[in-house]
């Protein structure tokens, strides 16, 4: 009914944001609390996608009657004081940012100052290494230094990232002639961008070791590019030699090898993105009702149907003529035919991340010429009453050569692919462009027919869903991990890119990418998961330590590293207990104010970080640790 009580509010307090969702919020972006039935209807959204949740929608006790008058209920709302609160969030959120900046300064300054060059490309050269390295791969003593484990290029970050190139160019802009900012400068440029660059240079991204894992790729791709046919080798003839890979992972890292910028036609590959369109925008029960979901049907004949009357698959010629069709129904009406495949071009572009697709003239006119085919089928079909009602044969089919006719290359198809793997949201643009149970169905129909006759062996062999097309295109996508796209212009006898099949089939199998593989500690640091287990006694012992000697330096550093302060040891005592006890006052009030450190953690003698400062007669260390005690339980 709209009433929110005192106690209600007390149930239900303001869900805890991340720190990503912090940073994107606006200040007084929280509304004020308003009847379910004064919502305006929103599309689902998925949880991936970044931004601010805010508030809940309360729910009422079921009542029909407001217990309060209209008036009094409104003058309620108005006095809670939650407009003030959203501006303390926001400046704390602020200050927050500024101190993850100066972190970052501090790990790459030198001499008082940052070179560009050191933050985005090179990292900083240390006496005992010249390139960056992981937790795992330095140990002197019984001490593991922690420094950021790479740059954001070498994390796999494009330059023209969106989520990182407006950062890049004002740092580059405003350096001095040696190339380099001081703290101030620094600060202005990085702050709006620290998440996502601590992301990078802690190595959270999906693919945390990206160098190694795209040296792996490439030694792969050369392997395959030295590779022949049998026909080549019958005939001593050579290939056309073009061969281009790349790839791209749900956290935007990315890879090109070889003749990724060569444009390729699409083909077959389109039929998959209309039936996720159609689906996306009907539903999937209702586009079934149309076009069925079995394996690539093996009958020498297109002209054949399911028991239910039906085309097999909506990846094959006659179920790809039925999403046309489907999907015209989800187009406004309009006078052109062109202005249509506009629309349908304009969310290919975006699950490009608006990278490079067009329509190929060429290729376009090519298929006009050999349209008679098409209009068979189309005539079968029409005989047999497989289309929906209202709809017109020949702007289906010529919206189906269009889409055939759409040319990407390899990297705008890997950002295409890319999006499939993370459930339809854009990694690089946060665009949700389809809705996830979208996403699930295009996948699980590429995985049982988008091989061709040879989707059951490819399915055998990596189990990841992919679709092949006659240009000699592949896709590829490995769910929640990356997507791919090769491209070479020979086929096998099933119609697929010999070179791009066996290039997948030597990924998968290397990296562990089946959805059956049992991954190895030494693999998952080879390929995607990242590896913590023998670390995490180092890093807290490095921590420890840190706090014992008082060496702000090295727990700035270890925080940046993505070292957990509240990480404890075998007697449960944290880098505050430890920090505490020694009466170190400039570490508590680093670990209190900007990592976010838990001061009411116990040891195994049931004391805390007070506790333990009272006890060792650290007097300014119990004044320090009482009033960030006192303040919190204000809170």
């Given at each position: 009914?709209?009433?929110?009580t005192?106690?209600?509010?007390?149930?239900?307090?303001?869900?805890?944001?991340?720190?990503?969702?912090?940073?994107?919020?606006?200040?007084?972006?929280?509304?004020?609390?308003?009847p379910?039935?004064?919502?305006?209807?929103?599309?689902?959204?998925?949880?991936?996608?970044?931004g601010?949740t805010?508030?809940?929608?309360?729910?009422?006790?079921?009542?029909?009657?407001?217990?309060i008058?209209?008036?009094?209920?409104?003058r309620?709302?108005?006095?809670q004081?939650?407009p003030?609160?959203?501006?303390?969030?926001?400046?704390h959120n602020q200050?927050?940012?500024k101190?993850?900046?100066?972190?970052?300064?501090?790990?790459?300054?030198?001499?008082?100052?940052?070179?560009?060059?050191?933050?985005?490309?090179?990292?900083?050269?240390?006496?005992?290494?010249?390139k960056?390295?992981?937790?795992?791969?330095l140990?002197?003593?019984?001490?593991?230094?922690?420094?950021?484990?790479?740059?954001l290029?070498?994390?796999?970050?494009?330059?023209n990232?969106?989520?990182?190139?407006?950062?890049?160019?004002?740092?580059?802009k405003?350096?001095?002639?040696?190339?380099?900012v001081?703290r101030?400068?620094?600060?202005?440029?990085?702050?709006g961008?620290?998440?996502?660059?601590?992301?990078?240079?802690?190595?959270?991204?999906?693919?945390?070791?990206f160098?190694?894992f795209?040296?792996?790729?490439?030694k792969?791709?050369?392997?395959?590019?030295?590779?022949s046919?049998?026909k080549?080798?019958?005939?001593?003839?050579?290939?056309?030699?073009?061969?281009?890979?790349?790839?791209?992972?749900?956290d935007?890292?990315?890879v090109s090898?070889?003749?990724?910028v060569?444009?390729?036609?699409?083909?077959?590959?389109?039929?998959?993105?209309?039936?996720?369109?159609?689906?996306?925008?009907?539903?999937?029960?209702?586009?079934h009702?149309?076009?069925?979901?079995?394996?690539?049907?093996?009958?020498?004949?297109?002209?054949?149907?399911?028991?239910?009357?039906?085309?097999?698959?909506?990846?094959?010629?006659?179920?790809a003529?039925?999403?046309?069709?489907?999907?015209q129904?989800?187009?406004?009406?309009?006078t052109?035919?062109e202005?249509?495949?506009?629309?349908?071009?304009?969310?290919?572009?975006?699950?490009?991340?608006?990278?490079?697709?067009?329509?190929?003239?060429?290729?376009?006119?090519?298929?006009?010429?050999?349209?008679?085919?098409?209009?068979?089928?189309?005539?079968?079909?029409?005989?047999k009453?497989?289309?929906?009602e209202?709809?017109?044969?020949?702007?289906?089919?010529?919206?189906?050569?269009?889409c055939?006719?759409?040319e990407?290359?390899?990297?705008?198809g890997?950002?295409?692919?890319?999006?499939?793997?993370?459930g339809?949201?854009?990694?690089?643009?946060?665009?949700?462009?389809?809705?996830?149970?979208?996403?699930?169905?295009?996948?699980?129909?590429?995985?049982v027919?988008?091989?061709?006759?040879?989707?059951?062996?490819?399915?055998?062999?990596?189990?990841?869903?992919?679709?092949?097309?006659?240009?000699?295109?592949?896709?590829?996508?490995?769910?929640?991990?990356?997507?791919?796209?090769?491209?070479?212009p020979?086929?096998?006898?099933?119609?697929?890119?010999?070179?791009g099949?066996?290039?997948?089939?030597?990924?998968?199998s290397?990296?562990?990418?089946h959805?059956?593989?049992?991954?190895?500690?030494?693999?998952?640091?080879?390929?995607?998961r990242?590896?913590?287990?023998?670390?995490e006694?180092?890093?807290?012992?490095?921590?420890?330590?840190?706090?014992?000697?008082g060496?702000?330096?090295?727990?700035?550093r270890?925080?940046?590293?993505?070292?957990?302060?509240n990480?404890v040891?075998?007697?449960?005592?944290?880098?505050l207990?430890?920090?505490?006890?020694?009466?170190?006052?400039?570490?508590?009030k680093?670990?209190?104010?900007?990592?976010?450190a838990?001061?009411?953690?116990k040891?195994?003698?049931?004391?805390?970080?007070?506790?333990?400062?009272?006890?060792?007669?650290?007097?300014?260390?119990?004044?320090?640790?009482?009033?960030?005690t006192?303040f919190?339980?204000?809170?």
């Amino acid at each position: 009914n709209g009433v929110m009580t005192d106690s209600l509010l007390e149930k239900n307090p303001a869900p805890v944001k991340t720190a990503e969702a912090q940073e994107t919020s606006l200040s007084g972006n929280i509304p004020h609390p308003v009847p379910r039935n004064a919502m305006p209807p929103q599309r689902p959204r998925s949880f991936v996608a970044p931004g601010s949740t805010g508030l809940p929608v309360f729910i009422s006790n079921g009542g029909t009657k407001s217990s309060i008058p209209q008036s009094e209920q409104e003058r309620a709302l108005s006095a809670q004081p939650w407009p003030s609160v959203s501006r303390m969030d926001a400046q704390h959120n602020q200050s927050k940012r500024k101190v993850a900046a100066d972190v970052l300064f501090d790990s790459f300054a030198s001499g008082g100052r940052v070179s560009t060059s050191l933050f985005f490309e090179v990292p900083k050269k240390r006496h005992y290494a010249e390139k960056p390295f992981t937790m795992l791969q330095l140990r002197e003593s019984q001490i593991l230094f922690i420094y950021p484990s790479q740059t954001l290029w070498s994390a796999g970050v494009l330059r023209n990232d969106p989520r990182i190139k407006d950062c890049y160019a004002l740092m580059r802009k405003l350096q001095d002639a040696d190339g380099a900012v001081d703290r101030n400068t620094f600060q202005r440029c990085v702050t709006g961008f620290v998440s996502f660059i601590l992301k990078a240079v802690q190595g959270r991204f999906v693919i945390p070791d990206f160098s190694t894992f795209a040296e792996e790729t490439q030694k792969l791709f050369i392997k395959c590019k030295q590779l022949s046919s049998v026909k080549e080798r019958e005939e001593g003839s050579e290939g056309s030699g073009k061969w281009g890979v790349s790839v791209c992972t749900v956290d935007g890292q990315r890879v090109s090898l070889g003749d990724w910028v060569e444009p390729c036609v699409l083909g077959e590959i389109s039929w998959a993105l209309l039936y996720g369109l159609a689906v996306d925008q009907l539903g999937v029960d209702y586009v079934h009702r149309y076009v069925g979901v079995e394996e690539y049907a093996k009958y020498e004949s297109p002209f054949t149907l399911s028991k239910q009357g039906v085309p097999h698959s909506p990846l094959t010629e006659t179920g790809a003529i039925i999403s046309a069709s489907l999907l015209q129904l989800t187009v406004r009406p309009v006078t052109e035919e062109e202005e249509k495949y506009e629309s349908v071009l304009n969310i290919v572009r975006r699950l490009c991340n608006k990278e490079h697709a067009n329509l190929n003239c060429t290729s376009y006119q090519g298929l006009r010429k050999d349209i008679i085919r098409l209009h068979a089928l189309s005539f079968y079909l029409q005989e047999k009453k497989c289309f929906p009602e209202g709809v017109d044969i020949n702007a289906t089919l010529d919206l189906l050569l269009q889409c055939l006719s759409t040319e990407v290359s390899c990297e705008s198809g890997a950002a295409l692919a890319a999006t499939l793997a993370n459930g339809g949201l854009c990694p690089m643009s946060g665009d949700q462009v389809l809705s996830p149970s979208a996403v699930r169905s295009t996948l699980s129909m590429m995985q049982v027919a988008g091989m061709n006759n040879y989707s059951r062996v490819f399915h055998f062999k990596t189990s990841v869903p992919a679709k092949s097309s006659s240009s000699g295109a592949v896709l590829i996508v490995v769910p929640g991990v990356l997507g791919l796209m090769c491209w070479s212009p020979e086929l096998d006898a099933h119609g697929n890119s010999w070179r791009g099949v066996h290039f997948c089939e030597e990924l998968v199998s290397a990296f562990q990418l089946h959805s059956f593989d049992i991954r190895t500690p030494f693999r998952q640091v080879l390929s995607y998961r990242q590896w913590k287990v023998e670390s995490e006694g180092y890093q807290i012992m490095n921590v420890l330590l840190a706090a014992y000697r008082g060496d702000l330096h090295s727990l700035r550093r270890y925080f940046l590293s993505g070292a957990d302060v509240n990480a404890v040891d075998y007697d449960g005592r944290s880098a505050l207990h430890v920090a505490a006890s020694e009466g170190r006052l400039e570490v508590i009030k680093f670990l209190m104010e900007n990592t976010g450190a838990n001061s009411t953690l116990k040891d195994r003698w049931g004391n805390t970080a007070l506790e333990e400062a009272i006890r060792c007669n650290q007097g300014p260390a119990a004044q320090l640790l009482k009033k960030y005690t006192d303040f919190e339980e204000s809170l």
